[in-house]
């Protein structure tokens, strides 16, 4: 398809596959919607990880079975964006946004979608995040490479290229189980590399066009560093994470990896959440002293991690959505949910959502052109974004819960 332009920025998806190893005949087809600048100078890139089956067809399965017959993609059918429509965030930077969506149980017979706690869905959105950044819009990747192996021709056909990226500048971002996701993505390459071996997904990941006989890049780790995605902050919406043994290792490695990384973390978590307070396999945050959570995960007592939390009151598990969606809000219904009883949480595309879309916008402004974050960790504690956030009410449309001392934001 050809891009949809509104305004200054254009909307378009790639299709792709990826093999997450070199060495192994394992692969996944992924699609990325992308929103970027028109003028193909975005400073840099928010890579969002939705939640569980967000904008999947209920029809998805037939359809892929039917679809590795019939050579077809179902998986364009799925719009993430929909529902995580925070585009408004990046347009004063000058920023652009992409989702990835996948099948990560691949193959014909049973096709599946991960339902948390499995690294190969944060290593496929920063693989997709170096594709964008390396390649740009498009889905045949090889025709940007051979432009690039003649300067005189690439250099007077720059302004038709697929590029967009003035730096490989990425806030890793998701909500849900794709906030536990992010946290894999938001380690980098060479965290990615050496945990996968220890968690059997190993990554070096080789992209490829979806034509009958495909073109190949090179494995991931023969990229120039400047074409990888380099993670610059992480945003998590009420992160889920799920260990199930063999299936689900969980993130906590990639969380140990985050709790010494010099980047700006945030989580945000509804008070009557019960999805990421309770179901969670460890919940996201916890109010009881010496309970393992997510948080103390990314956040050690006495150590000297960036991560900070913040409590949305009455927020809830699908109210940072932008538009309803039925399998989301099941996770919210009474017979659900035990917390907050009778009190009327926030429904999707209404107050919660309105404040996500603003915290992402005072986050992206941490980041200067198409610089990364300037300042150390304490420049980091004391900076314009930790003081709209540390308030009662950051942006006038919810309020925080205060944590023990009076202060609206946890840190260590």
Request: glycine share 8%; aromatic share 12%; net charge negative.
């Amino acid at each position: 398809m050809k891009a949809i332009r509104i305004n200054n920025y254009c909307f378009d998806r790639i299709h792709l596959w990826i093999q997450y190893d070199w060495k192994i005949p394992q692969f996944t087809e992924v699609v990325i919607e992308i929103f970027y600048p028109e003028n193909r100078q975005a400073n840099g890139l928010l890579m969002f990880n939705h939640g569980f089956l967000i904008g999947n067809d209920l029809l998805f399965y037939p359809k892929k079975i039917i679809g590795a017959l019939l050579n077809d993609n179902p998986l364009f059918g799925i719009n993430p964006s929909a529902f995580y429509n925070y585009s408004e965030a990046i347009v004063g930077q000058n920023w652009a946004m992409a989702f990835v969506s996948s099948s990560n149980t691949q193959n014909v017979i049973v096709p599946g979608i991960d339902i948390g706690g499995n690294p190969r869905v944060g290593q496929e959105a920063y693989a997709a995040a170096s594709y964008l950044i390396k390649y740009g819009v498009t889905d045949f990747f090889y025709r940007e490479e051979t432009r690039g192996r003649n300067s005189a021709f690439y250099d007077n056909a720059l302004s038709s290229t697929a590029k967009f990226m003035r730096s490989n500048n990425v806030i890793f971002a998701g909500h849900s189980v794709g906030g536990a996701h992010a946290q894999v993505a938001a380690c980098g390459f060479d965290a990615l590399h050496e945990l996968g071996k220890k968690s059997s997904r190993p990554f070096n990941p080789v992209m490829y066009d979806r034509e009958f006989l495909p073109a190949y890049s090179e494995r991931l780790s023969e990229w120039n560093p400047a074409e990888r995605a380099n993670p610059v902050g992480l945003v998590q919406l009420s992160p889920v994470d799920q260990k199930a043994p063999l299936f689900s290792p969980g993130m906590q490695p990639y969380r140990e990896v985050l709790a010494e990384s010099p980047m700006p973390i945030v989580m945000i978590v509804g008070e009557c959440d019960c999805a990421c307070l309770d179901d969670s396999k460890p919940p996201a945050w916890s109010p009881t002293p010496g309970d393992t959570s997510q948080f103390t995960q990314l956040a050690p007592a006495a150590s000297n991690s960036w991560a900070v939390a913040a409590r949305v009151a009455k927020g809830s598990h699908c109210g940072y959505l932008t538009d309803n969606n039925e399998l989301c809000t099941m996770a919210d219904k009474p017979s659900q949910c035990k917390r907050c009883p009778g009190v009327d949480t926030y429904k999707p595309n209404a107050a919660e959502s309105a404040f996500t879309a603003d915290l992402f916008k005072e986050f992206i402004a941490l980041y200067p052109g198409a610089d990364g974050f300037v300042g150390d960790r304490n420049a980091w504690m004391n900076s314009t974004f930790m003081t709209w956030l540390n308030r009662e009410s950051p942006n006038g449309t919810v309020k925080l819960v205060p944590f023990n001392g009076g202060q609206y934001v946890d840190r260590v």
